[in-house]
């Protein structure tokens, strides 16, 4: 019988292990942690956004050799992955922009189904072992840590990224893929928010909107995204922000964040707005002049950055300065000064070269019996269901050890 240990019990390394053991392995699944899945639980604010029906696309997928990501898509497309997970007993919803939720709108009830699964394929699982060494031996593996060893013909390394060091994102799988011989990219904090220069967003904090945005530097753009959009005490955060954060980590210097506040309306129809606003409310405040339109401090700042004073009425404002505020509503720019590090981000981007693993299996193209799957690798997924996508897809295909 083949003797798989899995290091990792996250998202990949739950996966690897449930299929190993299906095909009739004996499977050792070894977690730093006291628990399994805890980065799991956070994911989706707490609902678990376990994969999108578009998550098949290589378009969505990041890293040195994106297109490494294929085979495993191919073989575990998302409506196999859902299918999958509704065979352990997982019912699951669609929502906007094709994210997939649990229906309980818990991320508790995906944990528990894999738990269940793996104690009924006969897993072991060993909780507090944070594996200090992975080498190689005749016939196969040794795997220890302090207090323990196991040994192993197939070795999975599932131990995810450095993000998210809260909640266990570590160095673990690098550092040992690296002692057997593998090299690594750079590592960068990706679905991060970012921070930027302090006069506007600390007085918005805690205002979402609907929102595109657009990272740019100089007359560049590096990068675009559409959604949620969260105005925090040090800068910008939500789905669209963490979107574009993987360009931001890698653009440099002069990088800037412009929003655009009515992404489905045109410039000269929000202009003809304004002078009709003004037209019927002549003795309103100035910078009340988008009440009803968007949140009211985010109004008045926007009513501020184009000159527009609380104490004039709107009657007196010229044209000019509807000009101004017509075009910030569709463009708002801010300075971007950082991006948030690893301990705010949810996903590394970067990881072990994707070119010293075979694509189609997932196993070392260095070290026969070796594989690697989830976040380890250098593949990172867009926000919404995607890089979970990776971790299911990437699991399943390792856990087949080929």
């Known amino acids: 019988m083949k003797r798989v240990i899995i290091i990792g019990g996250g998202a990949s390394g739950m996966a690897a292990a449930l299929r190993a053991a299906e095909r009739g392995a004996e499977v050792t699944l070894l977690e730093r942690q006291a628990r399994l899945g805890r980065k799991l639980l956070a994911t989706g604010n707490g609902r678990c956004n376990l994969t999108n029906t578009q998550a098949r696309a290589p378009g969505h997928y990041h890293g040195e050799a994106p297109g490494f990501a294929v085979p495993a898509l191919d073989t575990w497309p998302p409506e196999a992955v859902l299918d999958y997970f509704a065979a352990l007993g997982l019912k699951t919803v669609t929502e906007y922009g094709g994210r997939i939720y649990p229906m309980s709108d818990h991320a508790g009830s995906v944990l528990d189904v894999l738990r269940l699964a793996l104690e009924n394929a006969g897993v072991r699982i060993i909780t507090g072992a944070a594996v200090e060494g992975l080498s190689r031996e005749k016939g196969g593996f040794l795997a220890h840590w302090d207090g323990g060893e196991v040994r192993g013909n197939v070795a999975i390394v599932a131990c995810g990224g450095c993000a998210g060091s809260r909640l266990g994102g570590v160095m673990d799988g690098y550092r040992l893929l690296q002692s057997l011989g593998h090299s690594r990219t750079p590592l960068y904090p990706a679905l991060a928010p970012l921070r930027t220069a302090s ?204």
């Open 199 to 402: 006069e506007y967003p600390r007085a918005l904090k805690g205002i979402r909107v609907d929102a595109s945005v657009r990272l740019r530097c100089g007359g560049k753009t590096l990068a675009e995204a559409r959604g949620d959009v969260l105005f925090t005490e040090t800068g910008l955060s939500g789905t669209a922000i963490f979107d574009i954060a993987r360009a931001a980590a890698l653009g440099g210097a002069g990088l800037r964040a412009s929003l655009d506040f009515f992404p489905g309306e045109n410039a000269k129809a929000l202009r003809r707005d304004l002078d009709a606003r003004r037209a019927r409310w002549p003795e309103l405040e100035a910078n009340r002049v988008l009440t009803g339109t968007v949140h009211n401090r985010l109004g008045l700042m926007l009513c501020k950055a184009a000159g527009l004073s609380g104490g004039a009425a709107l009657g007196a404002v010229p044209d000019a300065a509807l000009d101004r505020l017509s075009a910030l509503m569709k463009d708002f720019s801010l300075e971007v000064t950082g991006v948030g590090g690893f301990d705010a981000a949810q996903v590394t981007a970067g990881g072990v070269r994707c070119s010293e693993f075979v694509p189609e299996t997932l196993q070392s193209r260095l070290v026969p019996g070796l594989y690697a799957c989830g976040e380890v690798l250098d593949i990172d997924g867009d926000c919404g269901g995607f890089n979970l996508q990776w971790a299911w897809a990437s699991g399943l295909l390792a856990g087949e050890t080929r």
